[in-house]
């Protein structure tokens, strides 16, 4: 069993940053990855983060945002950089998918989730 809660949403200016925090507890030793929804449409896969580290991102975050994972903090996170109006959504924090991949959408643990508003 996997518990995940995610802080660090909240509003910016087209341009800005943001970093996002999910803490873990339980068993954590999954791909984790962090997943996003706006309004009105479905969830995506924004990047993902293997057991050895290694990392994949969709195309439309790659080269602004970055994943990572502290070990022995339990603790995931998604650095936001250049943010654009259109990563508006809310963002959740995800463990063990079926595969390990950036557009992969679903997650066998899932947290609550944290807004993130970028205004333009």
């Known amino acids: 069993q996997v518990q995940l809660v995610e802080s660090g949403g909240g509003s910016v200016q087209a341009g800005g940053s943001l970093r996002l925090s999910c803490a873990a507890s339980?068993?954590?030793?999954?791909?984790m990855g962090w997943l996003r929804q706006a309004p009105g449409k479905e969830r995506e896969g924004v990047a993902a983060?293997?057991?050895?580290?290694?990392?994949r991102y969709a195309d439309s975050v790659k080269g602004r945002f970055t994943i990572s994972k502290d070990n022995a903090k339990n603790t995931l996170y998604l650095q936001m950089n250049s943010l654009k109006p259109e990563d508006t959504a809310m963002y959740y924090c995800?463990?063990?998918?079926?595969?390990?991949?950036?557009?992969?959408?679903?997650?066998?643990?899932r947290g609550q989730g944290t807004q993130v508003t970028v205004s333009s």
């Open positions: 995800a463990a063990d998918p079926p595969t390990c991949g950036a557009g992969v959408s679903w997650y066998n643990y």
């Open positions: 983060i293997d057991t050895d580290g290694s990392t």
């Open positions: 339980g068993y954590t030793y999954y791909c």
